[in-house]
């Protein structure tokens, strides 16, 4: 669960979030190329948590290990830069997705309470899509497929025989930033790590997601507990997510909503120069089959007769976090 305000661009800047328009002109970090600041004084500021990273990517950037830039050839992109930016606006595409995957994941291994008594990770594998598209005309959004994730213990071993070491100590000053943007919120529960990992392309990249503890005092999840098993909603949750990932529907929170309402299946569309999320409706009322055919084949295979909205009201419910699962 993430109490961040919903930005429906992709390209923003990376301390405040503000979209480029005709007022603003995004420039990228000469350092790294990898993020992009609207102001001198947005980028100064997030400099003590994006320097580690900055000079990893750029020295990544000017020396290639033998073999990178084949692997990234082979997956349609020109170089590391070209494939870094396209990743990193895929994960704001699906920001939402992913954390509600992260969510499901954490709900299954015994909810927040075992996730940080015994720190987790999460183990995303993607897929390339093929396109014949140019780069600068490809819907960020469809540039890869999720195929799975695997949650598992964070062990020091494993950091290590995997070549994480570098990467984790960098991202040091991302967890310690991340803790204390969220200190003051009651519900914090601390960051999970996120390791993403592309087919045919053997660098794998380091994000966390802040993580939140349900709010007891307003959502419930009642009904659903008191008519399904808790692991087919849980199932029903993890084909949404897919779907709205591989089927072209990103889900997200509407530009004016509460962290509580559920989010919405849109679509990216192309507007000022950037990628701009459009919803395919305002309320999921208001969704009749024909709209968009991805959605209608994503909801059909749901098997807990439990509206889209209904589900994700109960992934954020204390009643659903604590219930004791039924067989």
Request: hydrophobic residues 35%.
């Amino acid at each position: 669960m993430d109490y961040s305000p919903p930005i429906t661009a992709l390209r923003c800047c990376h301390t405040c979030g503000r979209t480029q328009d005709e007022e603003v002109r995004l420039q990228r970090c000469v350092g790294c190329f990898s993020v992009l600041y609207c102001s001198k004084s947005c980028q100064k500021s997030n400099w003590k948590t994006h320097k580690p990273i900055c000079r990893n990517n750029a020295s990544a950037v000017a020396n290639p290990q033998v073999g990178w830039n084949q692997q990234l050839q082979d997956l349609g992109f020109s170089d590391l830069t070209a494939f870094t930016e396209a990743l990193v606006q895929w994960l704001d595409a699906h920001k939402p997705a992913l954390q509600m995957c992260a969510d499901v994941a954490v709900n299954k291994d015994g909810g927040m309470g075992s996730s940080q008594s015994t720190l987790k990770m999460l183990l995303c594998f993607l897929v390339p899509r093929s396109s014949t598209d140019l780069p600068s005309t490809r819907n960020p959004s469809l540039t890869f497929q999720y195929k799975n994730s695997l949650l598992f213990n964070l062990r020091d071993d494993f950091i290590d025989t995997s070549g994480l070491r570098p990467d984790w100590e960098r991202g040091a000053a991302v967890r310690t930033a991340m803790n204390e943007r969220y200190a003051s919120h009651p519900l914090y529960a601390g960051v999970l790590p996120v390791i993403v990992n592309v087919e045919g392309f053997q660098l794998a990249q380091i994000l966390y997601f802040p993580h939140f503890h349900p709010d007891p005092t307003t959502l419930t999840a009642g009904p659903i507990l008191a008519a399904a098993r808790r692991h087919i909603v849980l199932q029903d949750i993890l084909s949404l997510i897919h779907g709205s990932i591989n089927e072209g529907f990103p889900l997200r929170p509407a530009a004016d909503s509460h962290f509580s309402t559920p989010a919405l299946p849109g679509r990216f569309v192309r507007s000022q120069g950037t990628w701009q999320w459009q919803q395919l409706f305002s309320d999921w009322s208001q969704y009749r089959r024909g709209q968009h055919r991805g959605l209608d084949k994503t909801l059909v295979g749901m098997k807990g007769g439990f509206s889209p909205p209904e589900i994700m009201v109960a992934l954020k419910s204390h009643a659903f976090w604590h219930a004791t699962p039924r067989s």
